[in-house]
């Protein structure tokens, strides 16, 4: 989520191919994952939202100028996406 935040609040584009990169690698990742445990599917769709303090912390504190939404932009869903 970390990257995904950046990607699409932080303008800096010599930035975006490496994050865009890094949320590519992740989302493959995440869907092995997944297709070798679709039982996990239900927990991760549970937890989603609440693993964003995390990255929002993080990019909050590299990036005190940008403003980055308090609650989930984003859902499970965004694994599917290109």
């Known amino acids: 989520m970390e990257h995904l935040l950046k990607r699409q609040y932080v303008d800096s584009e010599d ?3 490496s994050w865009e990169n890094t949320i ?4 493959e990742q995440i869907n092995i994952l997944l297709s070798e445990s679709p039982s996990l599917k239900p927990y ?5 939202s609440d693993c964003y303090r995390y990255p929002l912390k993080k990019v909050t504190r ?6 980055f939404p308090q609650n ?6 965004i694994l599917d996406q290109d």
């Open 72 to 77: 989930c932009p984003f859902t499970s869903d």
């Open 24 to 27: 590519e690698e992740q989302r």
């Open 62 to 67: 590299n990036y005190p100028s940008v403003s």
């Open 15 to 17: 930035d975006y191919r």
């Open 44 to 48: 991760l769709e549970s937890v989603f």
